[in-house]
């Protein structure tokens, strides 16, 4: 079973949270302020951007210092009566066995229309007489509604952390996995994670798992790809779905285009269907969406695609009668892609090619490369003379011939006779 990186090395300790150093040590010094006495403002009042590290900074700290945590979030105090329900938690000093406490109210943003408007007012009264510390968590604390609420807080900002801090948590998660990680790729996947560090962690996981070297051309295809969540969505959907309708509904949503789509339904069913009938039905049904891709391709007809759309969708989905949508598994990338525009560079070489024997030759550069090549390779690597007079022919420079003899050597020899 898979365990999801977010929670597998979420810190522990406030010494592994990156970023935000002064609104952690604001935190740490209200905290123990409380040891002179009760402080003038009783909650604490943190806000900001998702994923960068609010609640766990309240839970390492927590760790740190052995205090009881009582976390709520949102789900649990949808209604006045169940705060109300544990605000004497809150008003009682320390726990059972002495040790102190700390109340956590995480998600603040979950309150949502009329019926929380109460919610609202008991947390503030919360706020106003607790007698143990009260961190307080939303997304935005400038919501109207919390104008009255924020009179009786502490308020401490969370920003995004930069780029740096974000590879900083990615390194000990590397040193911890075991997998080597070129710092160019470590680069580019905090950077593109904008300082949501469980974006950056899941990319990283979906990327990493299982390997023991990632290198920044593993990662560089990523910039083409959509954001991850609405493709991991569409997909859940789809994989998940419960009725044809949904499952073809997902294809809207799909940021990205059809053939992608199926690119990544075919990288991730068999993962996810873990049982073998369910499976075969569902590579029986890509594998018709697939003839159909073919059909469109050959003749252009795109009305094909309503049969592409279908299989891969409504198909992949009625194909899971047994299993059970159980555990966490990581969506992948698809590897097909990933090979592509790793290969884009040899393949582009190789086209090139194409368009020199097409000139001297009268067919297409793609079937120039595709049939000639092979037997370029074969002479380029055993027989220098008969290469270099090919290489004159061909108009061939340094870059092809190297392509061609795979060995700098080789090509140095065949260069030396074209001269
Ligand atoms: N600053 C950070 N340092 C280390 N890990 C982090 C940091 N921020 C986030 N993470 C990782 O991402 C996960 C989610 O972080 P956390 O729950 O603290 O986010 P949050 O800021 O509370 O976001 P939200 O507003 O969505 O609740 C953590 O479990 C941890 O694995
Ligand atoms: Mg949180």
């Known amino acids: 079973m898979y365990a999801a990186w977010t929670l597998k090395h979420k810190p522990t300790s406030l010494a592994q949270v990156v970023g935000n150093k002064e609104a952690i040590q604001k935190f740490v010094d209200w ?124 308020l401490i900002q969370f920003k995004k952390p930069p780029a740096g801090e974000v590879m900083k948590h990615l390194r000990r998660i590397c040193e911890s996995e075991e997998i080597q990680v070129e710092e160019n790729a470590l680069k580019f996947i905090a950077q593109r994670s904008e300082g949501d560090v469980r974006s950056a962690v899941n990319d990283f996981q979906a990327l990493a798992q299982g390997k023991r070297k990632l290198i920044y051309e593993d990662v560089s295809w990523l910039a083409y790809r959509d954001r991850q969540e609405s493709i991991f969505s569409v997909l859940r959907m789809i994989i998940y779905g419960r009725t044809c309708s949904s499952a073809k509904r997902a294809v809207d949503m799909a940021d990205v285009d059809i053939d992608m789509l199926f690119e990544w339904i075919y990288e991730n069913a068999p993962a996810h269907l873990t049982d073998p009938h369910d499976l075969v039905r569902a590579m029986d049904s890509l594998s018709m969406a697939d003839v159909y891709r073919g059909r469109i391709r050959s003749t252009r007809d795109w009305s094909f695609t309503r049969y592409v759309i279908d299989f891969m969708t409504a198909g992949v989905a009625m194909a899971r009668q047994n299993t059970k949508a159980s555990g966490w598994i990581p969506f992948k990338f698809p590897q097909r892609i990933q090979m592509l525009s790793r ?16 000139r001297k030759c009268h067919i297409s550069a793609v079937r120039a490369s595709k049939e000639f090549l092979p037997y370029l390779r074969i002479i380029f690597k055993n027989n220098a003379e008969m290469a270099a007079g090919l290489a004159k022919w061909l108009d061939l420079d340094q ?10 050597e080789k090509a140095k020899a065949i260069a030396e006779l074209v001269r």
């Open 399 to 408: 870059k092809m011939i190297e392509h061609l003899a795979s060995s700098e």
């Open 31 to 154: 905290v123990k302020s409380w040891e002179k006495g009760v402080p003038k403002k009783r909650a604490a009042f943190f806000y900001g951007p998702p994923g960068i590290g609010k609640t766990v900074t309240v839970e390492a700290f927590a760790n740190d210092s052995r205090m009881e945590l009582v976390e709520k979030n949102a789900s649990d105090y949808r209604t006045e009566d169940a705060i109300n329900r544990f605000a004497g938690l809150a008003s009682q000093y320390g726990s059972l066995f002495g040790v102190k406490r700390i109340v956590l109210l995480d998600e603040l943003d979950g309150l949502t229309g009329t019926a929380d408007r109460g919610g609202v007012k008991a947390i503030t009264d919360i706020a106003k007489n607790a007698q143990v510390p009260i961190v307080l968590i939303a997304n935005n604390a400038y919501d109207p509604r919390f104008s009255n609420l924020r009179n009786y807080c502490l």
């Open 343 to 358: 290969s884009k560079a040899q393949r582009a070489m190789q086209l090139n090619i194409g368009y020199k024997i097409k």
